[in-house]
């Protein structure tokens, strides 16, 4: 939710609960835990990979 609530650069801000934001907080952790890079690989996670995450969840 943290990430959500402080987007980058020019990117908009977006209110989500829990349940809105646990598939950001999974793409975030595939992509920076160093554990999980065989995951990274196999779903083809990398710097050129364009992401839909969909949220069906305001804030609780």
Known sequence: MHLLDQPMANDPK????EAGAVSLGLLNEINKNEALSNVKEHIGLDEHTRVLLINTESRT
């Open 14 to 17: 977006t209110i989500a609960g």
